[in-house]
């Protein structure tokens, strides 16, 4: 089994930051690409940004320059620090990771998503 649990969510104004955690945790092998997700009411999920086992990071366009993804692979954490949040970044976040837990076996991992929220 491998569990995805985030942490770090909340209300926070207009312009204030936020740093979402994401730890895997189970039998694990390798963990290849970690990422965050965000889904607002009524829209579908997105993609906020990614991070390979390398470190080579992608971002969506929204977020570009605001948000920074980072991952630590010796506590198989990712993280995500959000500054300048803006009340369109309001959603529920969810973690992703593609994790191979052996050589042969290779799965798609979502943790239970955190809400934020950014309101005045």
């Known amino acids: 089994q491998v569990q995805l649990v985030e942490s770090g969510g909340g209300l926070v104004q207009p312009g204030g930051s936020l740093r979402l955690s994401c730890a895997a945790s189970?039998?694990?092998?390798?963990?290849?690409?970690m990422g965050w997700y965000r889904q607002a009411p009524g829209k579908q999920r997105e993609l906020v940004a990614t991070?390979?086992?390398?470190?080579?990071?992608n971002y969506a366009d929204s977020v570009e320059g605001r948000f920074t993804i980072s991952r630590d692979n010796a506590r198989n954490t990712v993280y995500l620090q959000m500054n300048s949040l803006k009340p369109e970044d309001t959603a529920a976040y969810y973690c992703?990771?593609?994790?191979?837990?052996?050589?042969?076996?290779?799965?798609?991992?979502w943790g239970q998503g955190t809400q934020v929220t950014v309101s005045s």
């Open positions: 992703n990771a593609d994790i191979s837990k052996s050589s042969r076996a290779r799965g798609n991992y």
């Open positions: 189970g039998s694990i092998f390798r963990i290849n690409v």
């Open positions: 991070i390979t086992g390398g470190g080579s990071t």
